[in-house]
C-alpha cells in the first residue's frame, strides 16, 4: 500500500517538471518506489541521456531528503532543473556575502544577522536540500535527519570519502602549531587545530582560523578509520585507506539512492561496507544506438616503463591520422598526465590544456568553432561535450591509478586489492566515454590505444550498453578512412 502511493505521488512530481517521460524513467520511478520500501540502498545505474536527476527528484519530492551532488557544476544545473518552494539550495559559507562586506568567513557569527546561517537553517528545514557532498563532509554534525539521500554520480564517493580525510600538514597550513601536531599522537591533532583556531579568531584571524578548522574536520573523519601516517621533517601527511568507516558517518537518512551512468554496485558495497542483503539494483540500458556512439578498439601499443619512447611515436603517428581524419571536426585527448603532452607538441589544430589557466582554455574552446583538439589531464567527468563541442576522442593510456600514491602502494602490496585498482580504472574509462553522444540524435566516436585500456573493456563489470559499442580496428587500417565512417551513422 505505501508503495503505491510512494508511487503515485512520485509520478506526480515528475509531471511537475516534466510533460513526458522518457524511455525507462517511469518503470525506473516506480521500481526505486518498490525497493525502497524493501532496502535501505538502492543502486540506480543509467547510462547519459535517461534522465537520471529527474528520476533521482521525483523520487526525494516524496518524503523528502537530501539531493547530494559528487560535482559542483552538477549542483548549479539542479537548482535550475528544479524550482520549487520545497527544493532549497545550501553552499560552502565562502559562496555568501557577509553583510559586514566581502565573503561570509566568520569563524563565529559576530553579525547580528549572519546570512550564511540563515540560509544553512532554512535548507536544513526545507522539504528537499540540494547540496554537495563536500558541504555534507564538513556538516556530518549538524545534519537533520531525514527519509532519503540522493546521490548522484556516486561512482566515485567511496575515493571522495577518502580524499577528503587526506590531509597534509606543514608549517604554511599549521603556522606556530606545526612543532607541536607532527610529533603528537594522532588523536590529539584535533583538539591542538580547535585550540589554536580560536585563539587566533580571538585576536581576528578568522581566515587562519577557518582553516585550522577545516583541518580539524578533516582528520576527524579520517580517524574513523585505519590510516597510513607519514612523518617527514617539513610535513606529515594523514591517508585514510578506506571509506566504509567514514561512511557509518552517513546516519543522516534512513534510505539511500546512489545514482550514476558508471555505477559498479560490488565495489561500491565493499568499498562503503554495505550489507548485500540491504541493497538493490536498477539497471537501464542506453537509449542511443551503439552505431551512433562506437568505440573502436585501435591496439597501437602496451603502455609500459620499459617501452615509452617507441610508445610515445606509435602513438603521436596514429594520433595525428586520426585527428587528419575528422577534419573540421573538434576532439579531446585524455591523458593522465602532463609529461604526455609532449607526445602532441607541434602537432596541427592541437591545443593543450595549462593547469594554471584550466578553466579560461577549456571555455574558450568550449565556445569556439574552431576545429581545434583538446590534450587534457583531469577530462573524463563534468564535462557535457554535446553535438559539435566534440566529434571524437582518444584515450591515449589505461586510466589506472598512480602506482607512487603511498595509498595505491600500501592497497596492492600489502593487501593485494587488484580488484578494487580495477574497478578504479573501469570507472574512469566509462566517464570519459560519457562525455560524448549526449543525446538520441548526437553522435561521437571514441578511440582507445592502449592495449590495457581496451583489455578493461572486456571485463566483467563493463556495463553491457559500454560493450555493445565496442568494434575492432587494426592501425594498419587508418589509411582507409571509409572504414571508419561504417561504424559510425550520422
Known amino acids: 500500500m505505501a508503495a503505491r502511493k510512494d508511487k503515485e505521488l512520485a509520478i506526480e512530481n515528475f509531471k511537475k517538471f516534466y510533460s513526458d ?20 540502498y538502492v543502486f540506480l545505474s543509467a547510462p547519459t541521456g535517461v534522465g537520471k536527476s529527474a528520476i533521482n527528484m521525483s523520487l526525494l519530492l516524496v518524503r523528502g531528503g537530501y539531493y547530494v551532488t559528487g560535482l ?3 549542483q548549479d544545473q539542479i537548482c535550475r ?7 532549497y539550495d545550501i553552499r560552502g559559507k565562502e559562496n555568501y556575502e557577509c553583510r559586514r562586506g566581502g565573503k561570509c568567513k566568520c569563524v563565529r557569527n559576530k553579525c547580528e544577522l549572519c546570512v550564511y546561517k540563515y540560509e544553512k537553517a532554512k535548507a536544513l528545514s526545507s522539504f528537499v536540500t540540494v547540496t554537495n557532498i563536500f558541504w555534507i563532509m564538513s ?7 531525514k527519509y532519503l539521500c540522493v546521490i548522484d554520480e556516486a561512482h566515485n564517493l567511496p575515493e571522495i570519502l577518502v580524499n577528503y580525510g587526506r590531509v597534509k600538514l606543514t608549517e604554511k597550513n599549521c603556522y606556530k602549531l ?6 603528537c599522537r594522532l588523536e590529539d591533532i584535533p583538539p591542538y587545530l580547535y585550540e589554536y583556531a580560536n585563539n587566533l579568531a580571538d585576536y581576528g584571524e578568522d581566515e587562519k582560523a577557518r582553516k ?3 583541518l580539524a574536520k578533516r582528520i576527524e573523519i579520517a580517524l574513523q578509520t585505519k590510516v597510513i601516517d607519514i612523518v617527514k621533517s617539513s610535513s606529515r601527511e594523514i591517508v585514510p585507506l578506506y571509506a566504509d568507516r567514514i561512511f557509518e558517518r552517513f546516519d543522516f537518512a534512513e534510505k539511500f539512492v546512489f545514482s550514476s551512468a558508471t555505477l559498479n554496485p560490488d565495489y561500491m558495497i565493499k568499498e562503503l561496507g554495505l550489507s548485500k542483503k540491504e541493497c538493490a539494483v536498477i539497471k537501464i540500458p542506453s537509449l542511443f544506438p551503439p552505431e551512433r556512439r562506437p568505440i573502436v578498439a585501435l591496439p597501437v601499443c602496451k603502455f ?10 606509435l602513438i603521436a603517428d596514429v594520433c595525428k591520422k586520426i585527428i587528419e581524419h575528422h577534419e573540421n571536426e573538434k576532439g579531446i585527448i585524455f591523458v593522465p598526465g602532463y609529461r604526455y603532452y609532449d607526445y602532441f607538441k ?12 584550466r578553466d579560461e582554455i577549456l571555455k574558450q574552446w568550449m565556445e569556439s568553432d574552431d576545429d581545434k583538439v583538446l590534450v587534457g589531464v583531469k577530462l573524463e567527468e563534468g564535462l557535457d561535450l554535446k553535438y559539435d563541442l566534440c566529434r571524437f576522442a582518444i584515450i591515449v593510456k589505461a586510466p589506472f591509478p598512480d602506482v607512487s600514491d603511498v595509498r595505491v602502494r600500501y592497497r596492492l602490496e600489502k593487501l593485494k586489492q587488484w580488484k578494487w585498482f580495477y574497478s578504479l580504472a573501469e570507472n574512469l574509462l566509462v566517464q570519459a566515454y560519457g562525455r560524448l553522444c549526449r543525446a538520441e540524435d548526437d553522435f561521437g566516436i571514441l578511440y582507445v590505444l592502449d592495449e590495457k585500456a581496451i583489455a578493461l573493456l572486456k571485463r566483467k563489470s563493463i556495463p553491457k550498453w559500454v560493450k555493445s559499442a565496442v568494434v575492432r580496428f587494426e592501425p594498419s587500417q587508418l589509411s582507409l578512412g571509409g572504414d571508419i565512417n561504417a561504424y559510425q551513422s550520422r
Do not use: T, W
Not at 21 to 40: G, P, V
Not at 81 to 87: K, L, N, V
Not at 178 to 183: A, L
Open 21 to 40: 517521460f522518457r524511455r525507462y524513467q517511469k518503470e525506473a520511478i516506480e521500481k526505486a518506489c518498490e525497493l525502497l520500501q524493501k532496502r535501505r
Open 72 to 74: 559542483l557544476s552538477l
Open 81 to 87: 532543473d528544479f524550482q520549487s518552494e520545497q527544493i
Open 139 to 145: 556538516n556530518l554534525n549538524s545534519l537533520r535527519k
Open 178 to 183: 606545526f612543532p607541536i601536531v607532527r610529533r
Open 212 to 214: 585550522l578548522l577545516n
Open 304 to 313: 609500459d616503463l620499459k617501452h615509452q619512447k617507441e610508445n610515445a611515436s
Open 346 to 357: 607541434g602537432m596541427d589544430r592541437v591545443i593543450f590544456l595549462e593547469e594554471s589557466k
